[in-house]
């Protein structure tokens, strides 16, 4: 593969490597030129594939277009579908993603990030699942999860929109509406869903259920929905659950056939993170989405406003999020 030069665009274009150089890099180094030609630059160096020598940029003390991100390795699959519409809302902005992950452990986050920093990343963005003990971050990091971080932007979908909705569907039907999350109250996730159904079914504080599963959930998510059902819910009368993601929906919604229960007339069903199973399965799983691409360009409005000024002001954007009804519904 033939390395493309500042030099090649620049005889595309007709016009100085020093004119392309500025137009890549976002330095203004006194060279003046039109805003289409340098779109015209950009659109050259996307076609030939020109990808700027990092090593040489961070050097010369140049911005190096390159985000670094921290995820939790176990987390769930969303976070990587999240993690994806992070690297479009980046891509089209000019900026690579370089990816670190870890897990319930502080001195391997911070190991990774500062070997983010070691690469000349131009600011970190964080998923609040990665937080272990209070971060010991600089100012050019921002989050994204579902409830703002203090100290720091933060980009989070707001959960209680889709709870809202789910509300006033479930009141026209008078449902017994109940809460299955898990009860690792570590997560932010877990705490947002908790504190939503506490705000938008305020009478149903007795009907907030909390699963207790091994780490390796896999094996007994199954018995568990089983167990939660003959044994909490259908002794409560409970006719409507939202539950804390689209895999334990789909458990419940086995248990509910097996034991003979019809979906949704006798219960129904609304998973979260509108997984792609959702509208393949039988019935097809109504579910919380959490408006990914929305939350991809919060994340990057935020992360370039740290960029161009490091002291700025904390700002948090809240992405609101919507419930997708299907047949469990």
């Given at each position: ?95 690579r993603l370089l990816v670190t992950e870890t897990h319930n452990d502080p001195v391997s986050q911070r190991k990774n990030y500062l070997t983010l ?103 007994d998510i199954r018995a568990g929905m089983a167990e939660l059902l003959e044994q909490q819910l259908l002794p409560a009368g409970i006719n409507a ?89």
């Amino acid at each position: 593969m033939t390395t493309v030069r500042l030099i090649d665009i620049a005889r595309r274009v007709g016009v100085s490597s020093g004119t392309v150089s500025a137009v890549l890099s976002g330095r203004d180094i006194g060279i003046r030129f039109s805003a289409e030609k340098a779109e015209e630059i950009r659109a050259v160096a996307r076609e030939l594939n020109y990808v700027p020598n990092i090593s040489a940029r961070i050097l010369n003390h140049q911005a190096s277009f390159t985000l670094g991100v921290m995820l939790d390795s176990e987390d769930t699959p969303v976070r990587f579908r999240q993690l994806a519409a992070i690297e479009r809302a980046a891509s089209r902005r000019g900026y690579r993603l370089l990816v670190t992950e870890t897990h319930n452990d502080p001195v391997s986050q911070r190991k990774n990030y500062l070997t983010l920093k070691q690469y000349g990343v131009d600011g970190v963005i964080c998923h609040s699942n990665t937080l272990t003990a209070t971060p010991v971050l600089e100012e050019k990091t921002v989050f994204y999860g579902a409830a703002p971080v203090a100290g720091f932007s933060t980009a989070y979908y707001d959960i209680g929109a889709a709870y809202a909705e789910a509300a006033a569907f479930f009141a026209r039907d008078r449902r017994r509406t109940a809460l299955v999350i898990s009860d690792n109250m570590n997560y932010d996730s877990v705490r947002a869903r908790r504190g939503a159904f506490l705000a938008h079914f305020p009478d149903a504080g007795g009907r907030l259920y909390q699963l207790r599963l091994t780490d390796d959930h896999r094996s007994d998510i199954r018995a568990g929905m089983a167990e939660l059902l003959e044994q909490q819910l259908l002794p409560a009368g409970i006719n409507a659950v939202i539950l804390q993601n689209d895999s334990w929906c789909l458990a419940l919604t086995a248990e509910a056939t097996r034991c003979g229960l019809r979906v949704p007339a006798d219960l129904a069903l609304i998973g979260q993170d509108n997984s792609l199973f959702c509208a393949c399965s039988r019935p097809a799983l109504s579910s919380i989405d959490s408006n990914l691409q929305a939350l991809g360009e919060a994340v990057l409005e935020l992360m370039l406003e740290r960029i161009a000024q490091a002291d700025a002001p904390i700002r948090d954007i809240a992405v609101p999020t919507k419930l997708i009804l299907r047949e469990s519904t």
